[in-house]
């Protein structure tokens, strides 16, 4: 692609973000920002939240992620679909019940400040490092389709990333952050539906033809019943998908904020299980691509060797060397028509802007209302929150330029993983919390949040020599929660009454 068509391209798409984002921030108040006004119709809410579980991340890696795990993400997500049913029906009511703007006020209600500030600060953590992580991602592919040919160095293209999300987010907040989540769906699954589209006519495939290649190729099996030693095993993704999205959707700001902004609890609890059915769509759209990209750099030569990357050439040249760098190259350097390359820029431009943005919002409320006590401070809420908005966007922007001058593949897959370790905390705070009655000493809360993502890595990294040859995956989270509830229940004891 020319730099012509990457320029003209991203403008296009931000005058559209910028267009509805001015469209969003119509008659937003100071609380406004934090809470959308509780005026978020279903259906806008529904769709947005289908853009807010996917990421650039998730955008450019399910696809390639098949040549190695095939299908095996239909049974996590077949797992999200009972972790939808939980957050609808045992959350939702919660939430609109204590009438909280920052999930974590729950946790103040429930076991007093301690937990409260404990639950915000390890939501901050996580959420300000895979924030800042998708934005890299986006940032290395402009860097490589636009900045290069400029000599702009990566951390002007940060600065200039940064720079639009705070931009869009500043003012809107919330009401911005669906309204653009919900173009984000839209943009997103028109690229991936015209991307299937165009490479089955490049290959000369009827739909028939596409479909019975993708069925009979190696990528495509869904099922793995064989060995629980298995990462992949059905039983461990499915209750694992379970969990994983109860505390990553269900006690995540970022996520929640979107369903919070619904008229009542019932239209919230309307908008999430239509938003899950439409996910699983979309999840299954982007596992067939995947096995379509193989399908295709099959046709045009490119082998891996015994089912893994990297992708060689006839010379035995390595063209593509991660499954992550797939999808940017079938759509813009493997002879398909530019407009592959420009619904692949648009898409992942869609998905990164929209969910750093999103998160940008989540950390703005969460930091001002958790951590500093915003509504308590004898200050102006809006000033107090502006200054929490742009301090965090510059925050963001060094972790960015933090990646590009440190990353490896290696820092990388660890930055995922603490990400997943720091919702265990919060998984066993909440789940405590609703399935008992005791009251726990707040004073020791931080310790076991500390201690229970250290004592889960430590099995977790020691499990094959403990445990037969047994790997974890992401039921670690579980044990990770078990930990944390187990401390608040030895600090813990039966209430008179629960007030």
């Not at 290069?148 to 500043?170: E, S």
């Not at 993708?214 to 060995?227: G, K």
């Not at 998908?241 to 239209?267: I, K, P």
């Not at 308590?376 to 963001?396: E, K, Q, T, Y």
Request: with cysteine.
């Amino acid at each position: 692609m020319s730099a012509t068509i990457v320029v003209l391209t991203l403008l296009g798409y931000l005058a559209l973000l910028f267009g509805v984002s001015r469209y969003a921030v119509r008659k937003t108040s100071d609380i406004g920002f934090f809470t959308g006004g509780r005026s978020t119709h279903r259906v806008v809410a529904s769709i947005a939240m289908v853009g807010a579980a996917m990421s650039g991340v998730s955008y450019i890696s399910v696809p390639g992620s098949v040549l190695a795990d095939s299908y095996s993400y239909l049974q996590t997500t077949a797992g999200f679909f009972v972790g939808y049913m939980v957050i609808a029906f045992l959350l939702v009511p919660l939430y609109y019940r204590y009438g909280v703007v920052s999930l974590y006020e729950y946790l103040d209600h429930r076991f007093g400040v301690a937990a409260h500030r404990t639950g915000a600060w390890f939501f901050f953590l996580s959420k300000i490092i895979s924030a800042s992580l998708r934005i890299y991602v986006v940032c290395v592919v402009l860097q490589t389709l636009l900045f290069d040919m400029f000599g702009i160095p990566f951390y002007a293209n940060a600065l200039i990333t940064c720079a639009i999300v705070w931009l869009y987010t500043r003012r809107g907040g919330v009401r911005s952050v669906v309204w653009v989540e919900m173009l984000k769906t839209i943009i997103m699954v028109s690229s991936i539906v015209a991307c299937v589209v165009f490479i089955i006519a490049h290959m000369g495939l009827s739909p028939r033809e596409a479909w019975s290649a993708i069925s009979e190729h190696s990528t495509s099996r869904i099922l793995f019943l064989d060995s629980v030693l298995d990462r992949r095993y059905f039983w461990k993704q499915f209750i694992a998908g379970a969990f994983l999205v109860v505390a990553m959707t269900g006690l995540d700001q970022d996520m929640m904020q979107t369903v919070l902004s619904c008229r009542n609890r019932r239209d919230a609890q309307r908008s999430l299980v239509s938003s899950i059915v439409v996910q699983v769509v979309v999840i299954t759209l982007f596992l067939l691509l995947g096995s379509l990209f193989y399908i295709y750099a099959e046709s045009i030569g490119l082998r891996s060797s015994e089912g893994a990357m990297p992708l060689l050439n006839d010379a035995g040249e390595a063209v593509v060397s991660r499954g992550d760098d797939m999808f940017g190259f079938v759509a813009t350097s493997s002879g398909l028509p530019v407009a592959v390359g420009i619904l692949f820029l648009l898409g992942l431009a869609a998905s990164t802007y929209s969910a750093a943005g999103s998160a940008l919002t989540a950390l703005t409320t969460s930091f001002t209302l958790d951590i500093l006590d915003g509504r308590r401070r004898h200050c102006s809420l809006d000033a107090l929150r502006r200054r929490v908005h742009l301090a965090i966007a510059l925050v963001m922007w060094l972790l960015v330029v933090g990646f590009g001058a440190w990353s490896t593949k290696g820092v990388i897959a660890l930055v995922f993983t603490m990400a997943s370790y720091t919702y265990g905390p919060l998984l066993g705070m909440f789940l405590f919390g609703l399935f008992t009655r005791r009251r726990t000493d707040s004073r020791f809360i931080p310790l076991w949040a500390l201690l229970s993502p250290m004592v889960s890595y430590l099995v977790a990294t020691n499990s094959e020599q403990l445990f037969g040859g047994y790997q974890f995956s992401y039921e670690i989270i579980i044990l990770n929660a078990a930990i944390m509830m187990f401390g608040m229940w030895f600090h813990s004891r039966k209430p008179h009454s629960l007030a």
